[in-house]
């Protein structure tokens, strides 16, 4: 049968924002896979009646219900005693999982305490599952056809437990579907034009697909999954899909899964063995910085000029003072020869500029703030393009970013079409 999942992660520091539940997250990616659906994920604290109703809340609804954190030797970590009251049940001495905390702890040189004793005591009526990366070991409950597992929070831990014991066993006792995901980068379209553009291709699809809109700043990522009983139908109608889709919006896609724009603008200028430069006023030197983030870039990219200053743009990028002066430092004449100037200057093949009002103050009726200039100077071409992104001063920096580079993918495609 088909199974669903809860996730349930117990501590004051992940609702406090002490920590971030990164567990929760790995666990929800690893039963993806394994085919199994996760219907919900909720932190609690470390209170005993915050842990038993979110116990018998989730039995109402999961199939599967799995629970990380409160398993530690001190006195805050209650999970434990707060399964045994659940499952009506005592704690009892586990002999073999003592020996397991004295193999680990006595080669470190660690004296065994009582507290380190406590935590070989497991609820009587579970079913152990041993931890051989700590002290604490996960249990395994089942109570009206529902599954608990109680596993650590620390991380490395749990995943060892995951991987090794818990997801093989409910493989074997769940009859897990397919589930398959595609994630189509898309850039250069807002989310309500790419849903109105894709409207009659979504309502189209096949029962089997389903379509997430995740929207950030400068992209809008498309994600389809595919969900069956066996791997090649939902494969091939995914497949299908997407092969539609690239035809509908072929200019605003720009990759796939877990591309980014730098790395696709480097993969391109590698291939032609070409090289770029920047010259960045409003963006601060953040495209150099998402280009060298990228391992390889070094191949490509041959450095920038941050030209924040009037005076670092005329006396660097030889733009001339009275171009600045006739037409402002925001606009197509300047940001066309910030390009020209660095390309000259670094001796490169292409150049991208930038120059804007980031925000939040400094812009005027004329040029708002959000106001944004991108220019590309190419082997034998200049463009240039203007753009208002609004108020918000780090989303106006991380768009210019992405739309700079879009703007030289899209000068690049068309010189290999010439």
Not at 398 to 416: C, G, Q
Request: contains cysteine; hydrophobic residues 40%.
């Amino acid at each position: 049968m088909n199974a669903n999942v809860e996730i349930i992660t117990i501590g004051d520091e992940i609702l406090i924002g002490q920590i971030v539940d990164t567990n929760s997250a790995w666990i929800g990616s690893q039963l993806n896979n394994h085919g199994l659906e996760v219907i919900r994920i909720s932190s609690i604290p470390d209170k005993k009646a915050e842990i038993l109703k979110a116990l018998a809340e989730a039995e109402q609804r999961a199939d599967i219900v799995l629970i990380t954190g409160g398993l530690g030797p001190t006195k805050d970590d209650i999970t434990k005693h707060t399964l045994c009251e659940y499952f009506d049940t005592q704690l009892v001495l586990n002999e073999d999982v003592l020996k397991d905390i004295e193999n680990l702890l006595i080669p470190r040189g660690v004296e065994i305490n009582h507290l380190n004793r406590d935590q070989a005591l497991v609820p009587k009526s579970c079913k152990v599952i041993r931890n051989p990366m700590g002290t604490a070991p996960a249990m395994w409950f089942e109570k009206n056809d529902t599954i608990y597992v109680s596993m650590p929070g620390v991380p490395f831990e749990m995943k060892s437990i995951m991987e090794n014991s818990i997801l093989p066993e409910l493989q074997n006792r769940f009859h897990t579907k397919t589930i398959l995901h595609r994630t189509i980068l898309t850039q250069g379209i807002p989310e309500s034009m790419l849903a109105e553009k894709l409207a009659d291709w979504e309502n189209a699809l096949p029962g089997c697909i389903s379509l997430a809109y995740l929207p950030s700043p400068g992209q809008n990522r498309l994600r389809l999954t595919a969900r069956g009983d066996n791997y090649d139908k939902p494969g091939n109608i995914l497949e299908q899909e997407i092969k539609k889709l690239y035809k509908i919006i072929p200019a605003n896609i720009f990759g796939e899964e877990e591309q980014n724009m730098a790395e696709v603008v480097g993969n391109l200028l590698r291939s032609k063995n070409q090289t770029l430069s920047t010259a960045e006023s409003c963006t601060g030197g953040n495209i150099a910085h998402t280009i060298t983030q990228n391992a390889g870039s070094s191949n490509y990219f041959t450095g920038s000029v941050v030209a924040y200053s009037n005076f670092v743009k005329s006396n660097v990028l030889n733009v001339r003072p009275e171009t600045i002066a006739t037409h402002g430092a925001v606009s197509r004449p300047v940001v066309e020869a910030m390009a020209t100037g660095v390309k000259n200057l670094l001796e490169t093949d292409y150049a991208i500029a930038t120059s804007g009002i980031a925000g939040p103050t400094g812009g005027t009726p004329e040029k708002p703030v959000g106001t944004v200039w991108i220019a590309i100077a190419g082997p034998d071409k200049l463009i240039s393009e203007c753009y208002s992104f609004g108020k918000n001063r780090e989303h106006n920096i991380t768009r210019t970013t992405m739309y700079a580079l879009n703007l030289l993918r899209r000068m690049i495609l068309v010189e290999d079409e010439k």
